[in-house]
Structure formats: C-alpha cells, structure tokens
C-alpha cells in the first residue's frame, strides 16, 4: 500500500530522480508536465556518415526546413548550434517569456526538459565548494552513488581525482580519439611544470554515457551523433529515466498541462495546483497532498512567485540568482594539423581541465572538445580569411581544431533577482530576470583565459586571442539560488532537505535551493540532491 501521493511539476533530471526515489521508498507519484515529445530516431543504427548518404534529405536533417540551424555571423560569435530535431526542446509555451536583462535565459518545456540536449558532464562537488552549504560531501555521497549507478557515468581516478570525490557507479572512460590522446600524452611529459606552475590538471571528463551496456541500455558505439541526440540510448538524458517510470505501479504521468501557480488553505498549505492544458488553454485543477517542484530554478521560480503575487503578496522579489560565466576558446593543435578527422567517436568533451584558485571554491572548470563532427560552420566563418580559403584552412586544420570551454564559480548576490510583473492584457504574469556580474570579473576572467593560453601552447596549442569569446550570462543553462536551503531562514528560504519555508508541503527540488554554485556542471547534484531530498522527506 502506497504511503501517501507527491506531485512533481516537471520531468527534467531534478524530477525524475526524485520520483523514481520516492516510488522506490513506497509513494504514489503524479507528475505533471508541458513535456513536449521528441521525434522518434531515424536510422537509429547509422553511423554520422551513414545518416548523410541513407537519409533522402540530409540538408533538411541536419540544416533544418529554412536552413534555421545556420549560425550567421552577426549572431554574437556563438560556437554552439542546436540541430533541428532538437528544436522541440527549446519550443516556447503560449504564456509570456521573461524579461530578461543582463541575463540570456533558456528555458524547456519538453519531456525530460533541458538535460534532453545536454552533453552528460557529471561532476561531484566536493566539501571546499560546498562552503556555505548547510550539507556536506557526506550527505550527498549516497545520492551521488545512486544516481551514478542508475545512470552509468564513464572516468577515471586520474589526475582529476583531487577535485572529484570518489563515488559508486564509475565505469572505464570511453575510447579517446587521436586530438584527445595527444593532448593527453603532451600533459604526462609537461605535468610538473603544468601542475607547479598553473594549478593545472587534466584528466578524462566524466561523462553520462555507457563504456559497457547497463540497465537494458547498450554501450556507447561511437557513432558520432550525439550533438543529433544518442539513437541508442547510450548517452543518459532524463527521457530514458521517464520511460522508466512509465513502467513503474503507483506512477501517473500527465503530459500537456502548463502549471500557472498553486493555492494555499487558511493552514498555509499548498492544497491545489491551477495548470492550463498546452493544446487548448483550458484552465484545470489537480488537488495536492505533497507538492514537489522541480520545473527548472527559473520556472519553478515563476510558479511560486505568481502563486506569491495570487495570494496577494506585495511584488514578491528573490535574489541570488547563479550562473556559471564561460568562455570559449577555440584552439590548434599543431601536431595534428593535415591529419584525418575521426567521425567516429563520442562528439563531446573527452576531456577536462581542472585550475586551483586561491580557495578550494575558485576552482576553475574547464572542458575540453576536440572537433569531429559537429556543426562546423560557426568556426569556419570566424576564420579571418574569405569563404574559399576558410573551407580550404578549415579542411587541412580539421582534426587539429578543438574548444575549451572554461567555466567559473558563481555567488548569491543581492542585485541578481526574479520577480513578476503584471501585463495589462490581464493574461498570467511574466518573469523578470536581472543580472549584474561582480565588479572584479573581468578582471579574475582575463587572468585566467591567460594562464590557459600559456597552458595550451605548453600543449602545442594555439589559441587565436581573437576567436576567445565570452558568453552571455545564461547561456551555461546551469542556474541555481533564490530560494537557498539555509539552517535558519525566512520564508524565501528552504531547510536543508528542500522543505520551504512558506508553505508547510512543498519541497523545491531543482536547482533553486543552491547556496552557491561552484565551478562544475551543476546537474549530477541536482539528480543526487533531488534523490537525497526524496530520501530523507519521503522515507
Ligand atoms: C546544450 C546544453 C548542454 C548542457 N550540458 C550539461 C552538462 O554537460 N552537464 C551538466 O551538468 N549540465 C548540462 N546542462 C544543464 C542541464 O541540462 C540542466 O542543469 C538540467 O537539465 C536542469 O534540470 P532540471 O530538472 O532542474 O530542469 P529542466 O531541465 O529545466 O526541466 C524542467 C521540466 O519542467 C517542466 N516545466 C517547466 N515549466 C513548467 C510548467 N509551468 N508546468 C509544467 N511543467 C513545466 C518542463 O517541461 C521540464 O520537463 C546543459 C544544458 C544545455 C541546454
Ligand atoms: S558516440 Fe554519441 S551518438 Fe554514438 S553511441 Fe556514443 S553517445 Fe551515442
């Protein structure tokens, strides 16, 4: 017999972890959802340049109906595309965006949300960057291991493993291909200098993807598809973990339904969710026993602040919104100029750097692809040269090109806030996003792209100084703060097992209760934290 129902609001990484947690511990789970689908695989056994010649219309496939999927040089230097069927992901609802300044925001309304187009980074936080936090290391390990044993995470206690803490569940790293074994063979011979010098290490990336077949998935095939989405299911994305769900008694999905905001009774408890149905507009009511949002930080943010400004709370404010600023840095490997590009090999980082700052909490991350077969025109057209020769250079330096995405902490600060604002067509109101970055940034950002340059030509690198290009606030889709789990606090706050401290059955389960945001990708934490919040609240 079940012990009670939870409704999670969202099936992104945060959410289905929990539920799958909560299930197992003997709850009910509903979980409502817009959760738009993704189009079924094609060819799902091709490799890249089996899709080219099998497909009747490859151009479309891989440029999109009106070419949408072309990034033209007016588009901010941006290296990064997004394939058109993935397009789903990132389709909007009917309700207005936010309004957003300083601050790009991404936000996803489909089934299995922003983690359906990510590349599987999976990094523990260790004690020094969870200063600040009321849990530590500990309290999360047992979540992190499993989490990794659901999922299967590839890596290696190399020399990385000073910044990652052991956890259960690690499989032996992918095959690297060429760029990255020479990258790393460099490293071994130049360690001392790079590791004395610079606080710099390199090691394997952790990555969400199968080295051997687990949980009825297959092990990664190196088709070089995964920027397209993996046909086999070798890279985790929350999807997979739905589709077990599905399968699970005592599971209720509800797709095609937008939450708008939830009531409270006279108690303060959270008693009833108000949704529209996506199709229609039709407004529907769900009653609540538990409520557990997991709807991303910024919409889960949205749905309790219009629930706030329903119950006639005086324009409801939070602060403390994060983001990893990054900075991309495309580069040359000199040894590898003139040689053949390897199609047939994981898309995504295989590599990682980890930078030692002055706190265990200023580590930098940075995350390191060699360039095989992902879409390639961003980079051609940023060449200084005409068309002609870009295609020409670009073909000679092909396999030798490479993007190291640099990474860095975030803090709560007061400037950085989400609040609503009411639209005088009297339609549902909107989110407003602000950013402001510190002060010292640009400073702690130029030192450190330096020291990476001066690192990657102790590689053989070169990294042009013109082509490093920093991103918008936003663009690393890792947020995180506004209502931080703290031992005391008021009501914009939550305890450290994700209770908010409003409304007496609802549990933030997202990102939205980080304390801080170190310098790693943020979403292994999210699974393991939503999975310990499940544990310790819904035992
Ligand atoms: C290109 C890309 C690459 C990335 N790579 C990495 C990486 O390598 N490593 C890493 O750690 N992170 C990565 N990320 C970030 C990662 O995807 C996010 O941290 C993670 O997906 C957040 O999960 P979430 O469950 O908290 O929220 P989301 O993924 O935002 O899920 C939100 C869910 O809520 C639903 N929802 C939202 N609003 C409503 C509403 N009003 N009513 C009903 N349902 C609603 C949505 O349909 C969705 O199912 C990447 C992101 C992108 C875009
Ligand atoms: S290379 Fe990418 S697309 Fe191919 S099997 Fe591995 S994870 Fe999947």
Request: charge should be neutral.
């Given at each position: 017999?079940?012990?009670?129902?939870?409704?999670?609001?969202?099936?992104?990484?945060?959410?289905?972890?929990?539920?799958?947690?909560?299930?197992?511990?003997?709850?009910?789970?509903?979980?409502?959802?817009?959760?738009?689908?993704?189009?079924?695989?094609?060819?799902?056994?091709?490799?890249?340049?089996?899709?080219?010649?099998?497909?009747?219309?490859?151009?479309?496939?891989?440029?999109?109906?009106?070419?949408?999927?072309l990034i033209l040089p007016s588009d901010q230097d941006e290296y990064y595309g997004f394939p058109p069927n993935k397009a789903y992901i990132f389709d909007g609802i009917d309700d207005p965006p936010p309004r957003a300044t300083g601050f790009k925001p991404?936000?996803?309304?489909?089934?299995?949300?922003?983690?359906?187009?990510?590349?599987?980074?999976?990094?523990?936080?260790?004690?020094?960057?969870?200063?600040?936090?009321?849990?530590?290391?500990?309290?999360?390990?047992?979540?992190?291991?499993?989490?990794?044993?659901?999922?299967?995470?590839?890596?290696?206690?190399?020399?990385?493993?000073?910044?990652?803490?052991?956890?259960?569940?690690?499989?032996?790293?992918?095959?690297?291909?060429?760029?990255?074994?020479?990258?790393?063979?460099?490293?071994?011979?130049?360690?001392?200098?790079?590791?004395?010098?610079?606080?710099?290490?390199?090691?394997?990336?952790?990555?969400?993807?199968?080295?051997?077949?687990?949980?009825?998935?297959?092990?990664?095939?190196?088709?070089?598809?995964?920027?397209?989405?993996?046909?086999?299911?070798?890279?985790?994305?929350?999807?997979?973990?739905?589709?077990?769900?599905?399968?699970?008694?005592?599971?209720?999905?509800?797709?095609?339904?937008?939450?708008?905001?939830?009531?409270?009774?006279?108690?303060?408890?959270?008693?009833?969710?108000?949704?529209?149905?996506?199709?229609?507009?039709?407004?529907?009511?769900?009653?609540?026993?538990?409520?557990?949002?997991?709807?991303?930080?910024?919409?889960?943010?949205?749905?309790?602040?219009?629930?706030?400004?329903?119950?006639?709370?005086?324009?409801?404010?939070?602060?403390?919104?994060?983001?990893?600023?990054?900075?991309?840095?495309?580069?040359?490997?000199?040894?590898?100029?003139?040689?053949?590009?390897?199609?047939?090999?994981?898309?995504?980082?295989?590599?990682?750097?980890?930078?030692?700052?002055?706190?265990?909490?200023?580590?930098?991350?940075?995350?390191?692809?060699?360039?095989?077969?992902?879409?390639?025109?961003?980079?051609?057209?940023?060449?200084?040269?005409?068309?002609?020769?870009?295609?020409?250079?670009?073909?000679?330096?092909?396999?030798?090109?490479?993007?190291?995405?640099?990474?860095?902490?975030?803090?709560?600060?007061?400037?950085?806030?989400?609040?609503?604002?009411?639209?005088?067509?009297?339609?549902?109101?909107?989110?407003?996003?602000?950013?402001?970055?510190?002060?010292?940034?640009?400073?702690?950002?130029?030192?450190?792209?330096?020291?990476?340059?001066?690192?990657?030509?102790?590689?053989?690198?070169?990294?042009?100084?013109?082509?490093?290009?920093?991103?918008?606030?936003?663009?690393?889709?890792?947020?995180?703060?506004?209502?931080?789990?703290?031992?005391?606090?008021?009501?914009?706050?939550?305890?450290?097992?994700?209770?908010?401290?409003?409304?007496?059955?609802?549990?933030?389960?997202?990102?939205?209760?980080?304390?801080?945001?170190?310098?790693?990708?943020?979403?292994?934490?999210?699974?393991?934290?939503?999975?310990?919040?499940?544990?310790?609240?819904?035992?």
């Amino acid at each position: 017999m079940s012990k009670g129902e939870v409704t999670v609001i969202g099936s992104g990484a945060s959410s289905v972890h929990f539920a799958r947690t909560a299930l197992e511990n003997g709850w009910s789970v509903v979980m409502l959802d817009v959760g738009r689908r993704k189009p079924a695989a094609v060819l799902p056994d091709a490799d890249l340049n089996g899709l080219k010649t099998g497909l009747e219309d490859p151009a479309r496939y891989f440029l999109g109906e009106d070419y949408g999927s072309l990034i033209l040089p007016s588009d901010q230097d941006e290296y990064y595309g997004f394939p058109p069927n993935k397009a789903y992901i990132f389709d909007g609802i009917d309700d207005p965006p936010p309004r957003a300044t300083g601050f790009k925001p991404l936000i996803s309304f489909a089934e299995g949300g922003l983690a359906e187009a990510w590349t599987g980074g999976s990094y523990p936080f260790h004690d020094g960057e969870l200063e600040g936090w009321p849990i530590c290391f500990d309290d999360l390990s047992p979540a992190y291991d499993r989490v990794a044993q659901r999922i299967g995470i590839t890596g290696e206690d190399d020399d990385l493993g000073k910044f990652y803490p052991r956890h259960a569940g690690l499989m032996p790293p992918l095959e690297l291909d060429a760029h990255a074994r020479l990258l790393l063979d460099r490293y071994s011979r130049k360690r001392e200098l790079l590791n004395k010098r610079f606080g710099c290490y390199l090691g394997h990336a952790r990555l969400a993807v199968l080295s051997r077949a687990h949980a009825g998935r297959p092990a990664c095939d190196y088709l070089g598809r995964c920027l397209w989405g993996c046909p086999r299911g070798s890279l985790w994305v929350p999807s997979i973990g739905l589709e077990e769900l599905r399968a699970q008694p005592g599971f209720t999905y509800v797709p095609g339904v937008t939450v708008r905001h939830f009531e409270v009774d006279d108690g303060g408890r959270v008693h009833r969710i108000v949704a529209v149905e996506t199709s229609s507009g039709q407004e529907r009511s769900f009653p609540v026993e538990r409520l557990a949002l997991g709807a991303g930080a910024l919409m889960s943010a949205h749905i309790l602040l219009a629930s706030w400004l329903r119950a006639g709370k005086a324009t409801p404010v939070l602060d403390g919104l994060m983001d990893n600023r990054q900075v991309l840095m495309p580069f040359v490997n000199l040894g590898m100029v003139a040689s053949q590009f390897e199609a047939k090999s994981y898309q995504y980082h295989q590599l990682a750097f980890g930078l030692e700052g002055d706190t265990p909490f200023d580590y930098v991350h940075g995350l390191v692809t060699t360039l095989k077969t992902a879409l390639i025109h961003p980079l051609v057209q940023s060449l200084p040269f005409d068309l002609l020769t870009s295609l020409r250079t670009f073909r000679d330096l092909h396999a030798a090109l490479g993007l190291l995405n640099v990474n860095f902490p975030d803090t709560r600060r007061p400037n950085n806030t989400l609040s609503m604002e009411k639209l005088d067509d009297g339609g549902p109101p909107r989110l407003v996003v602000r950013y402001q970055p510190e002060p010292q940034e640009p400073k702690r950002i130029e030192r450190v792209v330096r020291n990476f340059r001066r690192i990657l030509r102790a590689l053989g690198c070169l990294a042009p100084k013109k082509m490093t290009h920093l991103r918008p606030m936003g663009a690393s889709v890792h947020y995180a703060g506004a209502v931080p789990m703290v031992e005391t606090g008021g009501e914009r706050t939550s305890t450290p097992t994700g209770r908010a401290r409003a409304f007496e059955n609802l549990w933030l389960i997202d990102g939205l209760t980080f304390p801080s945001l170190p310098a790693k990708n943020l979403t292994f934490t999210l699974m393991a934290n939503a999975t310990r919040i499940a544990d310790l609240e819904f035992d």
